[in-house]
């Protein structure tokens, strides 16, 4: 019997995720919906995978490190709800074994969970294509803005719609101060000098 968590922070998704997933019988499920919660589970139970929503508590991003630093063993496949290629090649430069989005059916949701929990990894076709595409051009595929955690991304986004910090801090309910430091680790990371070289890579680039 495998064991298997799911971490989403929305009940609805945990729900759908754990009634695909049951049908089994040789997969049992476990929810967290909080960062606390996934990590008391994850040391007190033997899991086999984790099911890691990509929107889970707006930091998915470091959640999986946190995951890989102290189970570095534990197979990680990333649900995500919305259809994001950016954020399918930074999850799994990250550490994640696998991707699945919504378009996918249950049946290659249950095909994933097999192959990461023996030992392989699963990413959805289209997201396949464009690690393929990647490597066929020889590159790294790497773009400045996949340096960047989930939540520095969500800040270089609106920096690159034009908001201004204090707008930023009000949208996302984070202090100015904060959001002052991601946009100082943003241009660090990037190597942009100002708002207006962001504004201008988020145009080309199609992040806006």
């Known amino acids: 019997m495998s064991h298997i968590i799911i971490a989403d922070d929305h009940a609805i998704v945990r729900r ?5 997933i049951s049908q089994t019988k ?3 499920t476990e929810d967290a919906s909080s960062v ?4 008391a589970r994850l040391h007190s139970d033997h899991a086999n995978l984790l099911v890691l929503s990509v929107s889970f508590c707006s930091s998915a991003g470091e959640v999986l490190l946190r995951v890989k630093r102290q189970f570095p063993n534990l197979p ?3 649900f995500n709800s919305q259809t994001d290629d950016l954020a399918a090649m930074r999850m799994l430069r990250a550490g994640a074994s696998g ?3 919504k378009e996918d059916s249950p049946e290659d949701l249950l095909t994933a ?5 023996a030992g392989g ?4 076709g289209a997201i396949a294509e464009k690690i393929a595409a990647e490597l066929a051009r020889g590159g790294t595929g790497e773009n400045l803005h996949e340096r960047l955690s989930q939540r520095e991304l969500e800040v270089f986004r609106l920096l690159g719609n034009g908001k201004a910090v204090g707008e930023i801090a009000r949208k996302l309910k984070l202090s100015v101060k904060t959001i002052s430091t991601h946009r100082s680790r943003i241009l660090e990371k990037t190597g942009m000098r100002n708002n207006a070289e962001i504004i201008r890579y988020a145009i080309i680039n199609n992040l806006i």
């Open 16 to 20: 759908g995720l754990s009634l695909i």
């Open 26 to 28: 040789d997969l049992e």
């Open 36 to 39: 606390d919660e996934l990590f």
């Open 76 to 78: 990680v496949l990333i």
């Open 99 to 101: 991707y699945i989005q």
């Open 113 to 117: 969970i097999r192959r990461l929990t």
């Open 121 to 124: 990894q699963y990413v959805s």
